[in-house]
T-cell receptor, first 115, second 116 residues
Framework: EAGVVQSPRYKIIEKKQPVAFWCNPISGHNTLYWYLQNLGQGPELLIRYENEEAVDDSQLPKDRFSAERLKGVDSTLKIQPAELGDSAVYLC?????????????FGPGTRLTVL | AQTVTQSQPEMSVQEAETVTLSCTYDTSESDYYLFWYKQPPSRQMILVIRQEAYKQQNATENRFSVNFQKAAKSFSLKISDSQLGDAAMYFCAYRTVLFGNEKLTFGTGTRLTIIP
């Protein structure tokens, strides 16, 4: 079974440019998460989707960040315009199943460098 | 809000020896999940072990075991017979059991080095 797929693995852009990250969760997983991991820190949740609905986006900086999961499967996270402080790793995770404990499975992340 | 604290930024251990990584947390909830994740240089977070707070028995997965002290809000990870492949960042994480709030709250991590 394929894991969580993310692309690109690395991205280097100049400040003020737009950038987008793509995530394809594990097949059948209804819940999708985007986490931000700054250097030397643990991941922090940006947004959580249940199917196509964003049910927790309280930590998403909405002035420059946006996300979508139109068909309840894959998702895109966008930054426009990017700032120097956005340099970080962006992790996608997914979970599925009904009730009880749902393990989150993580993708390999996208490392963003803003110059 | 829940917080997770890892006070050891770096640890090292000789191959085949045992090492313990520390984690403390703060919560007002009585039931929750605690996790240890491993993040190798490939960046992919891998679940190492999980503990449910209502279970008094400490979780064990092969060479990995935890010491869960609920009253002290402590959750340490013991790695026995350390192997070179254990070298990675290790993150302690907390999650509520409440449906609809499944986000993970992570600590700042401990970088584990294995000395051959």
């Amino acid at each position: 079974e394929a894991g969580v797929v993310q692309s690109p693995r690395y991205k280097i852009i100049e400040k003020k440019q737009p950038v987008a990250f793509w995530c394809n969760p594990i097949s059948g997983h209804n819940t999708l998460y985007w986490y931000l991991q700054n250097l030397g820190q643990g991941p922090e949740l940006l947004i959580r989707y249940e199917n196509e609905e964003a049910v927790d986006d309280s930590q998403l900086p909405k002035d420059r960040f946006s996300a979508e999961r139109l068909k309840g499967v894959d998702s895109t996270l966008k930054i426009q315009p990017a700032e120097l402080g956005d340099s970080a790793v962006y992790l996608c995770a997914s979970s599925g199943g009904e009730g009880g404990y749902n393990e989150q499975f993580f993708g390999p992340g996208t490392r963003l460098t803003v110059l | 809000a829940q917080t997770v604290t890892q006070s050891q930024p770096e640890m090292s251990v000789q191959e085949a020896e045992t090492v313990t990584l520390s984690c403390t947390y703060d919560t007002s909830e009585s039931d929750y999940y605690l996790f240890w994740y491993k993040q190798p240089p490939s960046r992919q977070m891998i679940l190492v072990i999980r503990q449910e707070a209502y279970k008094q028995q400490n979780a064990t997965e092969n060479r990995f075991s935890v010491n869960f002290q609920k009253a002290a809000k402590s959750f340490s990870l013991k790695i026995s017979d350390s192997q070179l492949g254990d070298a990675a960042m290790y993150f302690c994480a907390y999650r509520t059991v409440l449906f609809g709030n499944e986000k993970l709250t992570f600590g700042t991590g401990t970088r584990l080095t294995i000395i051959p």
